[in-house]
């Protein structure tokens, strides 16, 4: 499986600031995805991060509010925009193996408080 | 109706015994599924993919019922470190669900000494 980094691990922001979280892989990847797990619950799918186009969002989800980069195939961020408490939650990248069943791993997450 | 629904638990378990809970997911088109174990604070871990055949890594079987719709997984004898939440993971198969998996709120597991 890869190894996935993100930084930073948490963050204890104000509302209305934006924070850029980055996911880093130590191999290359087709597909990173971006997931939210809010306290409590399961985890949601953000959007998929595509190399060298736009992200594909999921319903609920806006460019304007969480724009995402993918440089490069090991690399991707995710940004929370102005922010707000509801903003409150885990962050999580993950990645598609290109195994049998196409497994998807995860990053540490990224823990964020909006005071 | 959620796409993947668990009991939440917690099943409380002594050390030693065997612990069983399934899952429901209701897209028949559905094809991979998964179980993942996430500790308290950290980030969903692969357990196992869940085969049709079932399937069984050491200590731990998976089984899949197309017909009814619902995996299942054994644990047996429990070990304390197997304290975690348990996430069931179903994958879509059409074109636009492709790639992105649907997961079920977790069920938690707890063994005690």
């Known amino acids: 499986s890869a190894v996935i980094s993100q930084k930073p691990s948490r963050d204890i922001c104000q509302r209305g600031t934006s924070l850029t979280i980055q996911c880093q892989v130590d191999s290359q990847v087709t597909m990173m995805f971006w997931y939210r797990q809010q306290p409590g619950q399961s985890l949601t799918l953000i959007a998929t991060?595509?190399?060298?186009?736009?992200?594909?969002?999921e319903s609920g989800f806006v460019i304007d509010k969480f724009p995402i980069s993918r440089p490069n195939l090991t690399f991707s961020t995710l940004t929370v925009s102005n922010m707000s408490p509801e903003d409150s939650s885990i962050y999580l990248c993950s990645v598609e193996a290109r195994g049998p069943s196409y497994e998807q791993y995860f990053g540490p997450g990224t823990r964020l408080t909006v005071t | 109706r959620k796409e993947v629904e668990q009991d939440p638990g917690p099943f409380n378990v002594p050390e030693g015994a065997t612990v069983a809970f399934n899952c429901t997911y209701s897209?028949?088109?559905?094809?991979?599924f998964f179980w993942y174990r996430q500790d308290c604070r950290k980030e969903p871990k692969l357990l196992m993919s869940v085969y049709s055949s079932g399937n069984e890594d050491g200590r731990f079987t998976a089984q899949l019922n197309r017909a009814s719709q619902y995996i299942s997984l054994l644990i047996r004898d429990s070990k304390l470190s197997d304290s975690a939440t348990y996430l069931c993971v179903v994958r879509g198969l059409t074109t636009d669900s492709w790639g992105k998996l649907q997961f079920g709120a977790g069920t938690q597991v707890v063994v005690t000494p």
């Open positions: 897209n028949s088109a559905s094809q991979s």
């Open positions: 991060a595509n190399q060298g186009s736009e992200a594909t969002y």
